[in-house]
């Protein structure tokens, strides 16, 4: 069984791989940005979005779809409307019809957008060389660290890593990371739960 | 939650301890205000800090940090007092109600007022309150928990709903509302240094039971451990890893910890964070997996260090937990940017090269739809059995047709069931258990008794014997038996035994009382302890905490050792933390969020307006604020009533700051987050719960300095 095999995850509701199209982030960011900007309570410079127009806002961009999908926040639950075109994320709206939130959403959830296109999200593998960030291909940085995780194992024993999971994952990766431990050997792993 | 977000809609009192869920839960509190606006509902608040959630409340109450336990059993103590105890609920379906009782009556109102701070006449108000306004949901979060008798202060929430009879009804409950997104549901697969998924524990019955669901033999699996040992012993946790490899504290490992690997988890959310940091600079290898580079990253300043980009939840699918217990399929928007990898993928990658693929993936051929069913095959202590990726996704397919006042769906696809299947979900029908321990319904339709799980009678060191199980004549409707019973032999480990049960009308896990005297904890009924930084010398002697534990968790913690009376003399100032709306967590997310770090960019210190005018400190100046364990931070000071005269509030989600300096060039070249402070936990105190270890981040003492 290989990789391949296991990730045949569906395409996204598009059905194109994403390319952040600088022009159309920009323009969609304004999009989002005004929309947003009555629920969040969110403050925007005055220079650089222009007040949309209630009518605006309803208009689809053309081919787009809409995904329901969860705020990756609190555990309240709350229900997120993502509208994608060409595989880009270009605008969120809430869900008024969700049981729990009810077209409610606070600051974290009126931005989750900005999840998928901050600036500062890492883009590939990095390792720490003479005090300096240095990039690194994956494989590269999946070698290393399991060969040197194995290698700690081998010399010191299993229980001579810890592992720190997730209580921002899926409840199914979560189930892996615990899995993950058992199988290499140790009880030491643990998450946010614990604090 | 025993019940949920939005059953609260159908409640009478609601009170809240140790919860800030205007800034936490926002959303929530559309439940919460409709209670309070329609039903009439008093909004109780008990907190150390005015919070924007205590602004919503018609009675606030201040209590001293680290005295829930004593509020409560005087809350308690009172209600019985007065003859206000739910006498019928009580007599049918509580355990050690006599043993509870002779313990609550120290806390008079007036030794509660010693204890607490809180006016007696505010205890009695309180309490009335609570009687006149039945059913009541009693609501908490870490205000209650990060205690060094954290575990008890929860036990005295769920000692005050038996005591008022608010269980099992709609309106009632006990509802803690948990942190991050999806933490319910990785409790429930136990990410957990004690247990395996479900909360099967770590006994040679529990691995037999999960070496049967993964498919891989168990002396296999046993081979990969140092000896058979270190497989039942639980290990190091979130909270003190860091000393399995600095070792201040003895440790009772084989091994120094070497390697360390967060895994979309922040570390300054951890106390002591100063010692945290020794720990990364000693470490032969860190590994941090995260969609942004986290304030771990650059806190590392060894070449010891690697950064792999997961893609954020939107770029990938799986089911989340909410607070609630309800399931949702959190879809996936787009495919990952970047060369980021998906949580999956990157795990695929590992255990490739850990050599043990074929066995790991055995059942799973489809991800994750193959792991749901995994989980739903061998959870059956919780009754994930019903929770197929099917079902999930049609209910976040078909949200719309559920009803916001019973969450049950009204014709369509998922008629009768409850949204997101609250667990447990008993079967693949099973509508899941909305309010759990209800027996006004049966248990195939949502119903459920108390779980019968410590035997069948109990004899107490006073000699009186009590049967453990429920009274004739209460149990669900339908049930074979008309009153207790016991748990059937084998329902944790064989679906067909909970199917034969639901057939005859009855828990697979029997029909039982809750208890008040838990024989098997420290304290079999909550008293107070002071906190082992306590403010008030004076009280240390009447109400020491434990002895020390030589290995809880690994690692040797200090109790009785650490209270130190004389502590308060240098430190006079009592330390809590909590969240703001703006971020979440360790702050790696948010504080990288454009929209978010604009609208709460800075680090700050609530201090009350009578400590600046001592200290002579105006809004805006920085300070020193230095903890017993050496930590320190420089901080605004931020003038406030908010905290009492003897009380400092640290929001703890700032990072790229260590004790005065900027960390920000230690980050990937472009990946600074937009918003750097210090993090509050340098300054959080030594101490942890002497059950779960959580960290008693609520309850430590400080000193300011002018900077």
């Known amino acids: 069984m290989g990789a391949k095999k296991i990730f045949t995850t569906p395409a996204t509701p598009a059905g194109k791989p994403v390319t952040l199209n600088p022009k159309l982030a920009r323009r969609t960011f304004l999009k989002i940005a005004t929309a947003a900007a009555g629920l969040g309570g969110l403050a925007f410079s005055g220079r650089l979005v222009r007040k949309a127009q209630a009518k605006e806002a309803k208009i689809p961009y053309p081919g787009s779809k809409i995904v329901r999908t969860i705020c990756t926040h609190c555990a309240v639950g709350c229900g997120v409307y993502a509208e994608v075109q060409n595989g880009v994320w270009v605008r969120q709206e809430i869900a008024q019809d969700h049981p729990i939130s009810r077209g409610g959403h606070c600051c974290k959830g009126a931005s989750a957008i900005d999840m998928v296109r901050s600036e500062k999200r890492l883009k590939y593998p990095l390792k720490r060389e003479g005090g300096r960030w240095k990039r690194i291909s994956w494989e590269q940085a999946l070698d290393e660290v399991c060969s040197k995780l194995l290698e700690i194992r081998e010399k010191y024993g299993p229980d001579a890593v810890h592992w720190n999971g997730s209580a921002k994952v899926s409840t199914e990766m979560a189930y892996l990371q615990r899995k993950l431990a058992a199988f290499w050997g140790t009880n030491n792993i643990d998450h946010q739960a614990r604090i | ?707």
């Open chain 2, 1 to 707: 939650m025993t019940n949920s977000m939005n059953d609260i809609r159908h409640s009478k009192c609601i009170f809240m301890i140790g919860s800030n869920a205007a800034e936490a839960h926002p959303v929530a509190m559309q439940h919460i205000l409709y209670a309070k606006e329609v039903n009439g509902a008093p909004l109780i608040v008990v907190d150390p800090r005015f919070t924007k959630l205590a602004a919503k409340a018609t009675e606030y109450v201040r209590i001293r940090p680290g005295t829930d336990t004593a509020f409560l059993m005087g809350l308690i103590n009172y209600i019985i007092q007065n003859d206000w105890h739910d006498k019928e609920f009580i007599r049918t379906r509580v355990a050690g109600f006599e043993e509870m009782r002779k313990v609550a009556a120290h806390y008079t109102p007036e030794v509660v007022e010693d204890i607490t701070g809180v006016p007696k006449e505010q205890l009695a108000r309180v309490a009335k309150l609570l009687a006149t306004n039945r059913p009541g949901t009693v609501i908490w979060c870490m205000g209650i928990t990060q205690h060094h008798i954290g575990s008890s202060n929860t036990r005295a929430c769920c000692i005050l709903q038996l005591v008022l009879g608010n269980m099992g009804v709609s309106g009632g409950g006990t509802n803690i509302f948990r942190g991050h997104d999806n933490v319910q549901g990785a409790t429930d697969v136990c990410v957990l240094s004690h247990s395996l998924p479900a909360y099967y524990g770590l006994k040679e019955g529990s691995w037999k039971h999960w070496c049967k669901v993964w498919g891989v033999d168990y002396e296999w699996i046993k081979s990969r451990f140092h000896s058979k040992e270190y497989m039942h012993k639980k290990g190091f946790t979130l909270a003190r890893w860091y000393e399995g490899v600095i070792q201040e504290d003895k440790i009772t490992q084989y091994t120094p910890i070497r390697a360390v690997v967060f895994w979309g988890c922040a570390s300054n959310s951890q106390s002591q964070y100063h010692k945290l940091k020794k720990a990364l600079d000693k470490l032969d290898l860190v590994v941090i997996i995260d969609p942004f580079p986290t304030t771990t990253a650059a806190m590392c300043e060894k070449d010891n260090v690697y950064l792999l980009p997961s893609t954020s939840q939107y770029e990938t699918e799986g089911s989340v937990t909410s607070s609630s217990r309800q399931a949702q399929w959190r879809y996936k928007v787009v495919d990952p940017i970047y060369e980021a990898k998906t949580d999956y993928e990157i795990m695929y990658e590992f255990v490739k090269r850990f050599g043990f693929a074929d066995k790991f993936y055995k059942n799973i051929k489809q991800i994750p739809e193959d792991v749901t069913r995994e989980i739903a095959r061998g959870a059956l202590t919780i009754g994930l059995c019903g929770w197929l990726p099917e079902r999930i996704k049609k209910h976040t397919d078909n949200w719309h047709t559920f009803d916001i006042d019973t969450l049950q769906a009204k014709g369509g696809p998922c008629d009768g069931e409850y949204y997101g299947l609250p667990w447990p979900c008993w079967t693949e029908t099973h509508p899941g258990t909305p309010i759990l321990y209800d027996i006004s319904k049966p248990v195939a339709k949502g119903g459920l008794p108390f779980r019968a799980r410590f035997g069948t009678e109990y004899t107490y060191p006073d000699g009186r014997k009590e049967n453990l199980l429920a009274a004739p004549g209460v149990a669900n409707p339908g049930s074979e038996i008309k009153g207790g019973y016991p748990e059937f032999p084998g329902w944790k480990t064989d679906p067909n035994v909970i199917k034969e049960a639901l057939r005859r009308g009855m828990a697979p896990f029997g029909n039982a009382r809750a208890r008040c005297y838990c024989w098997n904890f420290p304290d079999p009924v909550p008293i107070h302890r002071e906190p082992l930084h306590s403010p008030r010398a004076d009280l240390i002697k009447k109400y020491p905490t434990y002895p020390d534990k030589p290995d809880h968790y690994r690692v040797y913690t200090r109790f009785a050792s650490e209270q130190k009376p004389e502590l308060v003399k240098e430190y006079p100032l009592v330390l809590i933390t909590g969240r703001m709306v703006e971020h979440m967590g360790g702050g790696a997310e948010t504080r990288s969020n454009k929209y978010l770090a604009e609208l709460a960019p800075e680090m700050y210190a609530e201090i009350n307006v009578k400590v600046a005018n001592d200290y002579g400190l105006r809004e805006g100046d920085y300070v020193w604020i230095e903890s017993p364990e050496g930590g320190r931070i420089k901080v605004k000071v931020k003038v406030t009533d908010r905290v009492d005269e003897r009380t400092i509030f640290l929001p703890f989600h700032f990072g790229g700051f260590f004790m005065g300096r900027s960390y920000a060039a230690n980050y990937p070249e472009g990946h600074q987050p937009y918003a750097l402070g210090e993090p509050a936990n340098i300054v959080t105190n030594y101490g942890y719960d002497i059950i779960t270890q959580i960290q008693a981040t609520k309850e430590g003492l400080c000193r300011l300095k002018k900077a």
